[in-house]
């Protein structure tokens, strides 16, 4: 009986969000993959379905075709697309890291009593709405924005600058977004560090500086790998920031695929370029999964 | 470390945390604006609030969003649950590397991609698109988030109460409900928590998959961005940060009150 029982407890637990998961996750993948092999169709829904009668599956399998890859690597606006994302993310993370390593530093160095609070603080901006965020910006950077106006007002500069709509505005927008995610775990690496080892450094003679570039940056590595990560990978496919802040000019790979669907209505070409999107992505996506369980190993 | 903060130290904390809250604490005062511009103060005002009690477009939206939260973060938290049992309690079953990958993937799936994809999955059974498609997809995406939060919990947890209690003859689902629930319980909540923002914030992924027939918050907000920023906005903006933080403020002060009244029973038990 029990035996009867403690099987059914554990189908559950593990066939429910398995079945979840794979009608829900795993198919439409497949989908996406499917469709970005079949030809675009004037009809509703617009696009040829590829393979649905597994009677005509030969058939089907012939008609494939990699007409809309050889599209997009056709039309330099993809690949730019792709270049301009990875550039963006890249540089953003970079910015992400260079503002986000003193204050984490600093977090960790500050009194144990205010450490609960000031984690809280860093931890807040991330459950508010990325929408609402990148939203407060727009108010600021505006040419009649607050920004400009404050600049002005001190007379640093006699004309608004035009920030909004340029990719200086997408770089603001993404390293506030996204600072929490690199400052985290750079804090609990540093926190966790042991505070002997400087001391004893410096008992040794070691200036605080060179203590901090031979002891505390090394130790805390770990955490600015699994921040940069952290950042760049969701950076790479966003949309929300670079459409409000970056106007049309420069135009993000999520951004591409948003237009692609909702204003041209090609979904073989868009589903192909979310494949292209996940391949790319795929790599630094191994590498941070091989760097966090090598570190969980540890 | 050290407890000694250099003034870099200090001006890295007052920088950086400036530079987190300044624009939402804007945002927050300019809702309070007067003037219909949202860069020139005029006076306090509370006009933009009773105005948006009366924009029945921005009440509808608010009312699908709360219940798609509502639905999905709950629905999220059982399964999520059970996948973090899954991942940490049973070790061994088929295709466990194939569940672990799902569990993580839409952790970093651009929302674009999951967006689609899941578009794609109603079209092509034929679903009618609207509030139980967003529901469903929020559902999908917040449900591996409480599992990371919930594994979190259960891989730190004393795993010899769980033994024992099967040993004198609980049932694993006994266990569960008996020993492993009420030790965790805090972890569930906030995947709660977590599930419910998700769902609050969701632009993207709600944008794909609905129909006509439910517009949600974010899209709402979204639409009305793109033709420019008004004191409205912000109305609408401040209250959702305000409901959000009030959660938060409120779960961690929760935790907290538990954590000291645990520690306080753990001295009175040795004393």
Known sequence: ?298 | MRHRLSGFNLVSLVLGFGFLYLPIVILVIFSFNASPLVTVWSGFSTRWYTQLFQNQGLLDAAWVTLRVGLISATMATILGTFAAIALTRYTRFRGRVLFTGMVYAPLVMPEVITGLSLLLLFVAVDFDRGFWTVTLAHITFSMCFVAVVVQSKLLSFDRSLEEAAMDLGATPAKTFFAVTLPVIWPAVAAGWLLAFTLSLDDLVVASFTTGPSATTLPMKIYSQVRLGVTPEINAVCTILIAIVTAGVLTATLLNKRRQVRREREGQAAFA
């Open chain 1, 1 to 298: 009986m029990t035996v009867v029982r403690s099987g059914g407890f554990r189908r559950i637990a593990i066939g429910l969000p398995y079945l979840w998961l794979a009608v829900l996750f795993l198919v439409p993948f497949l989908i996406v993959l499917k469709l970005s092999l079949s030809q675009i169709a004037t009809a509703i829904p617009p696009y040829t379905p590829t393979f649905d009668d597994p009677a005509t599956w030969w058939d089907s399998l012939r008609q494939l075709t990699f007409e809309n890859y050889a599209w997009i690597a056709d039309d330099p606006l993809y690949l730019n697309s792709y270049l301009i994302s990875l550039r963006i993310a890249f540089f953003s993370t970079v910015f992400t890291f260079m503002i986000g390593y003193p204050l984490a530093y600093a977090m960790a160095r500050a009194p144990e009593g205010w450490k609960p609070f000031l984690l809280m603080l860093v931890i807040l901006p991330f459950w508010t709405s990325f929408l609402i965020r990148v939203y407060a910006w727009i108010g600021i950077l505006k040419p009649e924005g607050l920004l400009n106006q404050f600049l002005l007002f001190l007379c640093v500069i006699d004309q608004p600058l035009v920030i909004t709509n340029t990719e200086t505005a997408i770089f603001i927008g993404i390293v506030y977004s996204y600072l929490p995610f690199m400052v985290m775990p750079i804090f609990a690496s540093l926190d966790r560090m042991d505070p002997r080892l400087l001391e004893a450094a410096s008992d040794l003679g070691s200036p605080p500086l060179k203590s901090f570039w031979s002891i505390t940056f090394p130790l805390s590595l770990p955490g600015v790998v699994a921040g940069c990560f952290l950042v760049f990978i969701p950076a790479v496919g966003e949309f929300v920031i670079p459409d409000l802040l970056g106007g049309s000019s420069t135009l993000m790979i999520g951004k591409t695929l948003w237009m692609e669907f909702f204003n041209n209505r090609d979904w073989p070409v868009s589903s192909a370029v979310a494949i292209i999107l996940l391949l790319i992505l795929v790599v630094p996506i191994v590498v941070f999964q091989r760097i966090q369980d090598r570190e969980a190993a540890k």
